[in-house]
């Protein structure tokens, strides 16, 4: 167990040097345009450049500024944003604590009732409420988030009224605000993982130890709750770690739409606006959050699964 | 407006020409209104002088002063508008900066939705006879945030820092009559200017008198151009940039700036020169990109105000109750510009080509759903005062193949395009409209489309794309902005003396009827040159509302809240 756990850890690090010297490649170095013209815009002539090189290191070898830039991240010191004219990090820790908020809310809601649906699916496979779930969940993750987005604000906004159009929450934290968006991505995502949990319960409904638990004639919710759920919940469990990785990248499109302003929005934003330094700890934090979870979900697997465990 | 204390020093000969036109229909009211304020004449005086004349009255278009009175004091006014950074206002390239900035920071003159130019920080103005010399009388008793007099020293400092090359403003270009080379060349050859020595001195604390090396017309309409706002003369002692330190001589304070997100303004405690103003707080809410997130915004109350409607969510928003959708003409435009200095555009036969494929009336129905008027290729509209009207043109595929084939291409060319949607996606269907018609004659237009924010990293130096210009009151700003020899808005790196010196003499002509006879020269060389093509002038939309009482749209979207008010 210990071997695993500091051999995913490792595997977790290399990862990370290796999307950190790509990035490090394609932003900092002359590869895709000047980066000095990028941060001082377009009116400033090479005079100017030059001292911003000098200032900035950008004259060293490239090696040596990779070591020191890799340095800085590792430390926290993130760099300044040209969009924000600021510390990377003074912008970026509020937007992730805004998809934070936006993903809580969305998993809160969204994993009990995709497992218990899912649940409720896989335990008689074919009757008339199966098909019904299943049916439901196809059709809704088929729909992409922009298509349900419009759908919804038509719906909700223009035709009943009832919801505010942006959640931009610019007059303070509304709750109001937050359902939308979070209603869009629990729709995309809840036909997913309810599928996965149905079939993972299908599954075991017919291995032969719930038929042994049933034939001893053990109550049917106590077959349900003591012995089939918790090995149907194995594979649903790494596939709910993987949708902290997919809503880091899922957001983005919802939080354009309803101009939520959270990490998805920002990824955007330094993008369009060829904000290096923020691209930059946006991309490591996607990386981070990416490999932190499978290690996470590996590791959890593991440990849920013996079988896993002692082979 | 406190245009009606002003005291009028000296009525400019060139007022009593005006009036002769005005009496004798050879200018129309407009053009009198606008060029008798411009050389001093209060707004107030100027309308009763053109009544006096006409034998009618001749009221502003607007009714801002006159609702007053039934305005209700208080609220908070919230704008859906992008917020960006807003560090430097001589250096703005965006009219979004200026708008929050212009509740702050307050500009000498102020041009109004009429185009008309009224007094501002400045009380009052002269001209010479020979328009070379400008006489700025400051209005007196205007105090900083900071507690400091305004005064003269402000002036001064901002006009050096505006024409300081290292400050890297646009504004170079509007004052360069007061500009002199300095011997040395930039990398591109064309030559490095600085101000001449005295163009902007204090005469006394409150007056400040600009001389110019030639004649020009528009230096008040110039004073409102966007990155014209006066900071404080400590601006760049005290840090140089605004959104820490926004000392200004406006009615509003800056309360919280977050870019990206926020922009909140609030009413200043201390009283203000200019009079009443209505809402307590303003809001600047930024919602992306997105138009649509925009229209859901206004439609579910959470904004008042837009600081733009969209050509695609236009029609939805006709049909959204409560609210209302103002749309103007301006000379807003997209101009399909080629670098003379990069090849094959450094062949005259390949621009002409490239502009006789056009069909003018087809891309204004096409990508502005004919909300506009047509252009002619040279950037000066009809509803510009000056515009001279050369005879009409037409669409030529025949003749473009024959020039293509005369300047070496028998077979047809390749062209690659840049295009950004800075202003939305009409600039992508211009384009592909140029495409569809170009192909005729071979020209083979592949489009580049980038976003926003990186196309202004490369709109001065692709060799083919569409940037989109904002609308100037006067054609001679814009194409002293865009055309003259090295100025840093220069796109197309169009460098031509015969209409520099053209440009000069239009601009350095007060008599209308004259200065429209020598704008056919401008137009006609800059049209022949074939730099750009330019199929038309947009009108612009807005939604604000129906409770935001005294709203003006104004053609440059230089909005300005101080008006405004909440039913």
New interface residues.
């Given amino acids: 167990m210990v071997t695993l756990v500091v051999k995913r850890f490792g595997f977790m690090i290399f990862t990370m040097i290796v999307v950190s010297l790509i990035l490090f490649l394609l932003l900092e170095t002359d590869l895709t345009g000047d980066p000095a013209?990028?941060v001082l815009?377009?009116?400033?002539?090479?005079e100017?450049r030059e001292l911003w090189r000098e200032q900035h290191g950008y004259n060293q070898p490239v090696v040596l500024r990779y070591v020191k830039w890799l340095g800085n991240f590792a430390t926290g010191n993130l760099g300044e944003s040209i969009?924000?004219?600021g510390p990377v990090a003074d912008v970026l820790l509020p937007r992730l604590w805004n998809t934070a908020i936006l993903g809580f809310w969305t998993f809160a809601i969204m994993i009990p009732l995709s497992l218990t649906l899912g649940v409720l699916s896989g335990m008689k496979e074919g009757s008339k409420l199966d098909r019904a779930i299943s049916v439901f969940g196809i059709l809704t993750t088929s729909v992409p988030e922009f298509a349900s987005a419009?759908f919804f604000?038509a719906l909700f906004?223009?035709g009943l009224?009832w919801?505010?159009?942006?959640s931009?929450m610019?007059?303070g934290f509304e709750f109001k605000q937050l359902i939308l968006p979070a209603m869009v991505l629990i729709v995309y995502d809840f036909g997913y993982v309810a599928r996965m949990t149905r079939a993972s319960m299908a599954e075991v409904m017919t291995s032969q130890y719930i038929r042994t638990a049933v034939l001893k004639g053990l109550p049917y919710k106590s077959v349900i709750l003591k012995h089939a759920l918790r090995n149907a919940l194995i594979a649903p469990f790494t596939v709910i770690m993987l949708q902290i990785n997919w809503l880091l990248s899922g957001v983005i499109v919802v939080e354009?739409?309803?101009?939520y302003?959270g990490f998805g929005?920002l990824i955007l934003?330094a993008?369009?606006?060829?904000d290096i330094a923020l691209l930059e700890a946006c991309a490591m934090v996607a990386v981070c959050v990416a490999v932190t979870t499978q290690t996470i979900a590996d590791i959890g697997y593991t440990f849920l699964n013996p079988r896993i465990r002692f082979s | 407006m406190t245009d009606e204390k002003q005291a009028t020093r000296r009525i400019h000969p060139g007022v009593e020409k005006m009036k002769e036109a005005l009496a004798d229909g050879k200018c129309s009211r407009r053009e009198f209104l606008r060029t008798a304020t411009l050389l001093g004449v209060s707004a107030t005086a100027a309308y009763g002088i053109a009544s006096n004349i006409l034998g009618e009255d001749v009221l502003p278009d607007f009714v801002s002063s006159a609702m007053a009175a039934d305005q209700k004091k208080g609220g908070v006014l919230?704008f859906g508008m992008v917020v960006?950074?807003m560090?430097d206002p001589g250096?703005y390239?965006w009219t979004q900066k200026s708008i929050v900035a212009r509740h702050i920071i307050e500009y000498l003159v102020e041009t109004g939705p009429d185009n008309i130019t009224r007094p501002n920080l400045a009380e009052s103005w002269e001209a010479s006879d020979d328009l070379k010399t400008w006489t700025f009388h400051l209005r007196k008793g205007v105090k900083w945030s900071n507690g400091d007099d305004f005064n003269a020293d402000d002036v001064v400092f901002n006009f050096t820092r505006w024409l300081d090359?290292?400050t890297?403003s646009?504004n170079l270009g509007l004052f360069d009559a007061m500009l002199e080379e300095t011997g040395e060349k930039?990398?591109k050859g064309n030559p490095v200017k600085r101000m001449i020595k005295n163009a902007v001195q204090k005469v006394d604390p409150h007056t400040v008198k600009i001389t110019l090396k030639s004649a020009v017309l528009s230096i008040p309409e110039n004073l409102y151009n966007y990155p014209t706002g006066i900071v404080h003369r400590n601006f760049e002692k005290e840090g140089g940039?605004f959104?820490k330190n926004p000392v200004g001589t406006g009615p509003y304070e800056l309360a919280e700036f977050k870019?990206?997100?926020?922009a909140v303004l609030k009413k200043r405690n201390a009283p203000y020169w200019g009079g009443e103003v209505f809402l307590d707080e303003i809001?600047f809410?930024?919602?992306?990109?997105?138009a649509?997130?925009y229209?859901?915004?206004?439609?579910?109350?959470?904004v008042d105000g837009l600081y733009e409607l969209d050509l695609t969510t236009l029609e939805a928003a006709k049909n959204?109750p409560g609210i209302k959708v103002i749309s103007i003409p301006s000379t807003q435009t997209g101009l399909i510009r080629m670098k003379v200095t990069e090849k094959p555009f450094t062949d005259i036969r390949v621009r002409k080509a490239v502009q006789k494929c056009c069909d003018v009336k087809r891309m204004l129905d096409i990508a502005h759903r004919g909300l506009g008027i047509v252009a002619e290729h040279h950037h000066v509209a009809k509803i510009h005062p000056e515009y001279f009207a050369l005879p009409p043109i037409k669409q030529d595929i025949e003749g473009a193949k024959k020039l293509l084939a005369e300047a070496g291409y028998p077979k047809g060319i390749e062209l690659s395009c840049n295009v950004g949607n800075t202003d939305g996606v009409w600039e992508q269907d211009s384009v592909a409209v140029l495409k569809e018609d170009a192909a005729k004659a071979g020209i083979n237009i592949k489009m580049n489309v980038m976003?926003?924010?990186?196309y202004?990293?490369v709109?001065?130096k692709a060799p083919l794309s569409l940037t989109s210009w904002t609308h100037r009151p006067l054609a001679v700003m814009v194409l002293g902005l865009a055309y003259r020899t090295g100025v840093?808005w220069n796109e197309s790196s169009y460098a031509n003396p015969e209409f520099d010196a053209a440009l000069n003499e239009a601009e350095s002509t007060l008599d209308v009827e004259k200065r429209r006879a020598k704008m056919e020269k401008v137009e006609k060389i800059l049209q022949d040159d074939a730099v750009l093509v330019q199929p038309f002038f947009r009108s612009v939309f807005t939604a604000i509302r129906e409770n935001v009482v005294g709203f003006e749209m104004h053609p440059t979207r230089y909005y300005r809240f101080h008006k405004v008010s909440l039913a």
């Fill in positions: 013209a990028r815009g377009q009116f400033s002539n090479e100017q969009r924000f004219k419009v604000s906004v223009f009224k919801l505010p159009g942006t931009s610019s007059g354009f739409f309803f101009a302003k929005a934003e993008s369009l606006n060829n | 919230k960006q950074e560090a250096t390239s090359p290292k890297g646009s930039d990398k940039d959104s870019v990206g997100e926020l809001r809410v930024d919602l992306g990109e997105d649509g997130a229209l859901a915004a206004i439609a579910s109350g959470q959204i976003p926003s924010a990186q202004w990293d709109w001065t840093p």
